[in-house]
């Protein structure tokens, strides 16, 4: 259930007053008397009222500043879309604000709120694992308040997405491994809650399907952190407990792949004559490692650019809310290397 914020018009009621003499008092004015000055705070502070900075940052001017709030800096994928945000702000006379939440539903809140509160024009979001309640984004999209969502996407009603087509390279990557001849392939897969792991998992699963074979829903092994350390020690257990072995794994991402390439080399395995190993994203260092990784490759670049033109035509009147309701799905590519091909 909603909690209804309280207006100056609360309190204005409740004192019998005028809006404007609130707001006065609120803001110190000459002309309102200290008495005056002193029950407004006070029943102010009592009622919990807060400056409404959705509709403060809706009635100013534009500032030519977006915010961006993603999951972590350090990812690769996420530092090549940075670029592309900051080309096209850049290039259409916006400054850029970026936060990161570290994976954090309560970062993720402060920087919304930070940003409001700083006159942002728009925002750009890839939310984080913890997120499950998008109410915090719901509220302003009701407001019409412009955000275009990327990579990670909400299902959510009003909500413009800018996203990669996981399925297509997840069913690309696993087709790749069976035609290499890996039979038993075990996905690694992201988040549960995260539509990117879903479609990813999707395309791996119809895979198998579209190729004859009959899916196990054991070969698909949540790493939920997506960490080389995470996935190494789940790939180890795998390799260790498993009745029938895997002679493949698919990895949701690049550090996992890694892990999991790792584990097989302590067990003995080599890579790619026993197993083979794909992972997603294409970091830089799938090609400097030995055996170098194959990769699905996401156009990290674009996705930003188009993102970045998608809410800054939201914010200049180009296109409205309710008009733009196709979501933007970009293609993504298989790199092969040694790792999966035997």
Not at 123 to 138: A, G, P, Q, R
Not at 206 to 221: E, K, M, R
């Amino acid at each position: 259930m909603r909690l209804e914020q309280i207006t100056i018009k609360d309190i204005a009621r409740e004192l019998n007053v005028s809006t404007s003499t609130v707001s006065r008092a609120l803001k110190d004015y000459p002309g309102i008397s200290d008495e005056t000055k002193r029950k407004v705070k006070e029943l102010a502070e009592k009622m919990d009222y807060r400056p409404n900075a959705i509709a403060l940052s809706l009635r100013k001017s534009r500032s030519f500043t977006i915010g961006v709030i993603i999951p972590e800096v350090v990812h690769f994928f996420f530092s090549t879309v940075i670029s592309g945000i900051e080309e096209v702000a850049f290039a259409r006379g916006y400054n850029v604000i970026l936060t990161q939440t570290n994976e954090k539903l309560v970062r993720e809140k402060s920087s919304i709120a930070t940003m409001l509160s700083n006159q942002i024009d728009g925002v750009l979001v890839s939310f984080s694992k913890e997120t499950t309640d998008f109410e915090h984004f719901s509220n302003l999209l009701e407001k019409g308040f412009p955000i275009v969502f990327f990579d990670r996407v909400p299902d959510i009603d009003n909500a413009i997405t800018v996203t990669v087509d996981d399925y297509s390279g997840a069913f690309e990557a696993t087709k790749h491994l069976l035609q290499q001849g890996y039979r038993r392939i075990a996905h690694l897969s992201g988040p549960s809650n995260l539509k990117i792991s879903q479609e990813r998992a999707r395309g791996y699963t119809d895979a198998l399907i579209h190729h004859g074979f009959t899916p196990d829903p054991g070969f698909i092994v949540e790493c939920n952190k997506g960490t080389d350390d995470e996935a190494q020690k789940i790939t180890a257990e795998i390799l260790e407990t498993f009745s029938t072995k895997p002679d493949a794994f698919f990895a949701n991402n690049d550090m996992a792949a890694v892990g999991a390439m790792l584990a097989c080399k302590a067990a003995g395995l080599r890579v790619p004559e026993d197993v083979g190993i794909v992972g997603f994203s294409n970091w830089q260092f799938c090609s400097m490692i030995d055996p170098s990784l194959s990769s699905v490759s996401q156009p990290g670049f674009n996705l930003g650019a188009k993102a970045t033109e998608i809410l800054l035509d939201l914010i200049e009147k180009k296109i409205q809310l309710g008009e733009y309701s196709n979501s933007v799905v970009l293609e993504t590519e298989l790199l092969v290397r040694k790792s999966s091909v035997r």
